[in-house]
């Protein structure tokens, strides 16, 4: 049977040639989304800026009545309304602040949502409500910095594994690209305005660990080439690295991809932020492997010093390694 | 390498087995799993109430007002204990402040024997403190809340708590509450199914403390109005007053608490028709109720339910036998949710509502049923791409990807526990992990073949070599699972728990399951060339 082969055996594409632009574009893209977040913000679900949000789908419309809905909702005397589409068409999130006073008395947010949802249904009659979430102010903070605390300690965490188990150098690589992967994502939120929630926390988390560990096939590849091939310039090595992971690197993202499309296109609506997130994940990850944490690297003076006085205990670590899975030389 | 003793083979086939036999009730349509379970355990996987649909309820306790509640029951049993010293002791100047509880004994002498009476009211069953006592100026006794005091009433209070909302949610019937405790003073309550939880809220964000006090008629209705009242009396809101103004002053002392029941069940009012609850109390409770109907026919009596007065009718006879009407501004609803309230308890503590979050089913269900059909044909494709382009060696990862699945399932079953959103997101990630172990070491196979070694050196040398970054790249999501897991909240919980379960199973099934397939054919055919 002939098989199918993504990329060309033997490939011999000079991918770091275009390091510094591929950085300075980075960086670009970086300082704007930070500018994004920073002017424009995140569309904070009420998970982390508490408040309400009632979910609804007109079940016999087309389209939802976004214009009219701000209007009735807004005429409620609880303030204006948050509307937005999401997923089908004839599906909206209405936010709302809670009201004044809602967290010593619960009994104002319910008499909210009693009275937006009346107002819906009797407007609308094939109005569904799916569903409410009301999160106190207290609740969002801590479900915030929890989030945002779990979020760094992953990202050092996982940073000083790879310093450990390679060399410090690496380890900053790994950061680096992780912080690059996580900030576009946040521009991406920023600059669409999807909703920003706790499922977006675990897409970033998903991100994190997919951009990871194509970092560290790379790495590892680096190491085991910075041990054979001790007089080899810098870039070539590292272009010879990446070159020899490209068949894996497309193999693995191609196949990636295909649920999380699959998941974009099909999957519920209520994902949907959740699916782009991990897609456009995976499209920075695999870049940010080759073009950040690869050439990281260079420019932290990386050579093929930097595995010589420890040669043979990283020898001897990967041969063990080899056979805690059982395989043996 | 390539040789794999029986017994080996043997274990790891049963741990597979095993690990994918937990899956099978999960996958089971609810009636077959029924029917199942009559023969043997069946574990099953929770859908979340973000796939499932339901309500979850954070609620958060008051704790300040529990310090407050404590300090008023101390001194009553602190007066009560005087009162009924024998000889009496005489105590004044009794004050409450900064959560401190002091008074003067005002026979100097009777210092010590006060402090006598005072300590078995203050130590707890284990014996340690809940208050600490001091003597200041030779005569004023002052009594300071201990720490341990403090957790321990809070920990009870939360435990006492859990018990009432579970009894008041079996009252509502059929449901399957999931009702626990999460940190020092919160309790989640989450039921499946549910999507519309005013009922549950009503019937759970109640404290239901009941009591009955006289009401102060000599107070002057401009006063109470401003919301002042004389010496010895309070002023609690009235909001169904007949007088109109909706507060109303009544007696702080000789009043009852209406903890002591046995029995409270929804009725109609003989006279307006209206529903009313009628209450039982317990023998010693109705004895109280009798002496102070007794003591006060005639007068008004007000009863307070959560601080707030709902009626106020007056004694027109004493009552003995302990049964007695509440009657107020009732629905036919309200009537019944006070009656399960009162007769499960009042709360030992207030309880706020500070997260609220329900599901509609059919949104849930859409959610599974389209998470499903992307699931299975994301999966697909994975496996078409895999085998178009490793062969034989696509086969063997896709049965690994496979058992994979089910022996995470199988697991997740087996620990009962939830799978979440987040969770799935959790899935994608071991499935990426499982997917990219199998693709480094075909393609490590396939560049040792090319650097012209024999079939079976490069199967060797592929594991071997591969085996080095799967490692790497699983333990870092080792450790970020147990980071995320110890630092994140809920949904987060979720996915990290997904994520260790899974960097297991993965790298089991993708690495040491493929290679005993491939040593077993090699083994077998002994190929001297390999299409990979």
Redesign the interface.
């Known amino acids: ?1 002939k ?4 990329v060309r ?1 033997d490939t011999n594409i000079d991918f770091l040639r275009w390091r510094v632009w591929a950085f300075a574009i980075s960086l670009v893209l970086m300082a704007a989304s930070v500018g994004l977040v920073a002017t424009k913000g995140l569309n904070f679900g009420v998970d982390f800026i508490g408040g309400q949000m009632i ?1 609804a ?1 007109f079940t016999q419309s087309a389209t939802a009545p976004v214009t009219e809905l701000r209007e009735t909702v807004g005429s409620l005397g609880y303030g204006d309304p948050t509307i937005q589409r999401f997923g089908a068409e004839n599906q909206v999130s209405i936010r709302m602040k809670l009201p004044e006073g809602a ?2 008395n ?1 009994e104002l ?2 008499a909210m949502t ?1 009275k937006i949802t009346s107002s819906l249904k009797a407007g609308h009659p094939d109005v ?9 102010g ?2 969002s903070e ?2 915030f910095s ?2 945002v ?2 979020l760094l ?2 990202m050092a ?2 940073s000083i ?2 310093w450990f ?1 390679f060399e410090w150098q690496f380890g900053v690589g790994a950061i680096w690209s992780l912080v690059h992967d996580v900030t576009l994502t946040f521009g991406l939120f920023a600059l669409t305005g999807w909703e920003f929630d ?2 977006i ?3 970033l ?2 991100i ?3 951009s ?2 194509d970092t ?2 790379i ?3 680096i190491r ?1 080439n910075l041990m054979k091939f001790r007089k080899m310039e810098m870039a070539s090595l590292l272009n010879l690295s990446v070159n ?2 490209l ?2 690197t497309v ?2 993202s ?3 991809s ?6 974009v ?7 949907f932020g ?1 699916s782009m997130a ?1 897609a456009f994940g995976i499209v920075v990850g695999t870049y940010s492997s080759i073009y950040q944490a690869a050439p990281i690297l260079i420019w932290l003076k990386v050579g093929s010093h930097s595995f010589v006085p420890t040669d043979e205990v990283t020898g001897s670590k ?1 041969e063990r ?2 056979q ?6 | ?1 390539l040789d794999f003793p029986r017994w080996r083979i043997w274990m790891l086939n049963t741990v597979l087995v095993v690990g994918m036999a937990f899956a099978i009730p999960s996958l089971l349509p609810t009636s077959m799993r029924a029917q199942l379970a009559q023969f043997v355990p069946t574990p099953t996987i929770n859908l979340g109430l ?1 796939l499932a649909g339901g309500s979850h309820i ?1 609620l ?1 306790a008051d704790t300040s007002q529990l310090s407050e509640a404590r300090l008023e029951a101390l001194e009553d049993s602190v007066r009560t204990a005087m009162r009924r010293a024998n000889p009496q002791i005489a105590i004044a100047d009794v004050s409450r402040t900064n959560g401190e509880l002091s008074f003067n004994v005002t026979d100097m002498s009777k210092v010590d024997a006060a402090r006598e009476v005072i300590l078995p009211l203050i130590s707890n069953t284990l014996g340690a403190r809940d208050w600490n006592i001091g003597v200041n100026n030779g005569n004023r006794i002052i009594l300071s809340p201990a720490s341990s005091g403090d957790e321990n009433a809070l920990d009870q209070a939360m435990d006492t708590a859990k018990d009432v909302i579970d009894r008041r949610i079996n009252a509502l019937g059929t449901l399957e509450p999931t009702i626990i405790r999460q940190g020092d003073n919160r309790i989640v309550v989450q039921v499946p199914g549910l ?1 519309d939880p ?1 009922a549950l ?1 009503a019937l759970i ?1 109640k404290t239901a403390k009941l009591e009955f006090k006289l009401v102060d008629e000599q107070a002057d209705p401009d006063q109470t109005a401003q919301g002042k009242a004389r010496v010895g009396s309070q002023v609690l809101p009235y909001p169904d007053n007949p007088t109109g103004l909706p507060y109303i002053a009544v007696r702080r002392l000789g009043g009852i608490s209406g903890d002591k029941l046995v029995k409270a069940d929804p009725t109609f009012d003989q006279q307006t028709n209206e529903p009313a609850v009628t209450i039982q109390f317990d023998s010693e409770g109705g004895q109280r109720f009798a002496r102070m109907t007794q003591q006060n026919v005639n007068k008004l009596f007000a009863i307070v339910l959560d601080g707030q007065v709902i009626s106020a009718p007056q004694i027109r006879e004493p009552i003995f036998g302990g049964v007695s009407q509440i009657s107020g501004s009732f629905t036919t609803e309200s009537a019944n949710a006070l009656s399960i309230s009162l007769r499960s308890g009042a709360l030992p503590v207030d309880l ?9 089913p ?2 849930g269900a ?3 049923r ?2 499903v ?3 299975v ?3 697909t ?2 496996l078409v ?2 085998f ?4 034989r060696f696509g086969i063997y990862a896709n049965v690994a990807l496979i058992i994979n699945v089910l022996m995470i399932l199988g697991v997740m079953s087996f620990a009962n526990a939830t799978l979440t ?2 969770g ?3 899935f ?2 071991t ?3 499982a ?2 172990a199998n ?2 070491i075909n ?1 490590r196979i ?2 040792e073949l ?1 650097r012209g070694r024999r079939v079976v050196q490069a199967i ?1 040398f592929g ?3 591969a ?7 699983n ?3 080792v ?2 699972a ?3 897991f ?7 919980r979720g ?1 990290a728990v997904v ?1 260790m379960i899974g960097i297991v199973t993965s ?1 089991f099934t993708a ?2 399951i493929t ?1 005993m397939w491939v040593s077993l054919w090699v083994k077998r055919t002994r190929p001297t060339e390999l ?2």
């Not at chain 2, 706020?352 to 509609?360: D, M, N």
């Not at chain 2, 178009?388 to 062969?391: F, Q, R, S």
């Not at chain 2, 085996?467 to 790249?473: E, T």
């Open positions: 049977m098989l199918l082969k993504l055996d979910r789908t967290d010593k619960p947010a319910n009693a569904r409500i799916d569903g409410v979430d009301s999160v106190s207290k609740v801590e479900l929890k989030g605390l779990a300690a992953a965490g996982v594994y790879i188990r706790l499922n926390i675990a897409a988390l998903t994190i660990g997919y990871l560990n560290v096939v790495y590892d590849r085991e020899e992971t068949s894996r193999m693995t191609v196949s990636i295909l649920p999380l499309i699959v998941l296109l099909f999957g519920p609506d209520v994902i959740f991990m990967a390694i080899g805690d899975f059982g395989a043996q030389p | 390498m973000d954070l958060e999507d005013e809220k964000g706020t509502i500070v997260e609220e979050r329900s599901v509609g059919d949104l859409d959610s599974i389209r998470g059909l992307a699931a044909i994301g999966t494709a994975i791409l895999m178009l382009v490793y062969g959103l987040p799935i997101a959790g994608v990630l499935i990426g992990a997917v990219d693709v480094l393609e396939r560049e090319k060797e594991y071997k070599e085996s080095r970054a799967i490692f790497d790249a333990s870092t999501n450790i970020a147990v980071l995320l110890i630092f994140g909240s809920g949904p987060i996915f994520l790298v690495v040491t290679r299409t990979i």
